[in-house]
């Protein structure tokens, strides 16, 4: 239809340049494996880093919350969906994380969207703005959140002290005030921040400090996050995390001062404008905070299978890049080439997804590998396996 013109000309683009994602149906819970497309395949591609997602202690919680609770709280938590519940898994994250409060939302996307434009703006009346300094390689949802609100954002270069304390140094005088946002774990490389150098900096300057640790908690500091890896409890205004990746459910947190915690109460819109998340997912997520405080006996697993399969990896000559944690890229470079040897590895039962432009830059297309704690070294040698026979066709080593 010519009224969609503009769009299917952007599909056809999207085709061409192997940047169309096709949507992959699951048909069984996230594990080490899965039924994809009506195949049985070995599992290398969810955030399930502990095999909390299909855990059976989680489970049970989920299904006693719903015959006590029922299935919504059918409302914003700042009206009637604030649920004792949400208060208990509140008090017991911020205890996780050593601070003093937290917020808990419907995901980490909206936990960034909830904190950031609170934090820092712009004065509508006097016109003031602040600045947010922002690592080059930040994740979707902090560039989403600094852009709604209405601060100036300035790009340091990727993990670079020294070009934040340039960026620092050239902006923040004239601004009313300077918010520093870096991932802790890049979700693309599985390169970790410099934490405690950039807290250094930002402290220097009395820049207010926050951190997305998606991909630390239940990874890092034996499952505390980065913060507690790097001890540097208490130092950053904000944690922001998921309870989406290695909780295994799914919501967002915003952690630290209560006095911080309070006024997002007041203020954070998808706090305030969006229904509360229901009773059965956050009671998984109070039993996924027993798991993690009860032993780090998940978190060591999880770390000596990230370790067998990354060297693997690299013995059969793949590129693994800057990776320090279970995220394990293997570059490709092209995006359609990246397209075929995921497809590939399928057709040899093994799920691993191919990663392009925008998710990463342009030319920088590679399969992103991701194993948990519930695989065995048996299901990590099948996936080994696969990628020296595909990578061999495709002339990759
Ligand atoms: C996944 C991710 C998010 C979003 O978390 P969800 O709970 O899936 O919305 C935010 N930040 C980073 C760095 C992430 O990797």
Redesign the pocket.
Known sequence: MERYAYIESEMAQLRETGLYINLRVMESPADAWMVVDGQRVLNLCT?NYLGLANDPRLKQAAREAVDTWGVGPAAVRSIAGTQSLHVELERRLAAFKGVEDALYVQ??????QAVIPVLVGRDRATGEQDVIFSDQLN?A??IDGARLSGARIVVYQHCDVADLERVIQEHLPNHRRGLLVT?GVF?MDGDIAPLDELYRVAEKYGVLTMV?D??GEGVLGGGKGIVHEFGLQGCFDIEMG????AFGV???VVAGAKTVIDYLRQRARPFLFSSAVTPADTAACLAAVDVLEESTELVERLWENAAYLKAGLADLGFDTGRSQTPIIPVMVGDAAVAADFSQRLFEAGVFAMAIGFPTVPRGKARIRVMNTAAHSREDLDVGLDAFRRVGRELGLI
């Open positions: 955030n995901s980490g996307f909206c936990a960034n994740h949802s902090i991932d979700s997305d998606a991909h998921t309870l989406s990746k799914v919501g967002g």
